[in-house]
């Protein structure tokens, strides 16, 4: 079983920035890829980005290619979400998500923290 917190969530304003933090039990982090969701009031969930198990490898949402990064730290068993830039569309609540094999669905993946809220002030 991987039991997932996130952390690092907030109010921020337009073009302003924030680092999510997601931190795991287990001690099988390293087998798992790595993924952050969003979810905004009415409105579907959305991947955000997903990290290889070694970190080697990433890919991005559109909507947030270029301003959002993806990194994992596998000693601490966290993975992190950089994201600059920010805009009010990005206002949601943030989850992190943990499966065997990393994809932009959210079906792929077992294992889902609480989410974290991020709001963006205009």
């Known amino acids: 079983q991987v039991q997932l917190v996130e952390s690092g969530g907030g109010l921020v304003q337009a073009g302003g920035s924030l680092r999510l933090s997601c931190a795991a039990s287990?001690?099988?982090?390293?087998?798992?890829?790595m993924a952050w969701f969003r979810q905004a009031p009415g409105k579907e969930r959305e991947f955000v980005a997903h990290?290889?198990?070694?970190?080697?490898?990433?890919y991005y949402g559109d909507s947030v290619k270029g301003r959002f990064t993806i990194s994992r730290d596998n000693a601490k068993n966290t993975v992190y979400l950089q994201m600059n830039s920010l805009k009010p569309e990005d206002t949601a609540v943030y989850y992190c998500?943990?499966?065997?094999?990393?994809?932009?669905?959210?079906?792929?993946?077992?294992?889902w923290g609480q989410g974290t809220q991020v709001t963006v002030s205009s």
């Open positions: 287990g001690r099988i982090f390293g087998t798992l890829s």
């Open positions: 998500a943990a499966g065997l094999i990393g994809t932009m669905w959210g079906s792929s993946y077992s294992y």
């Open positions: 990290i290889s198990q070694s970190g080697s490898s990433t």
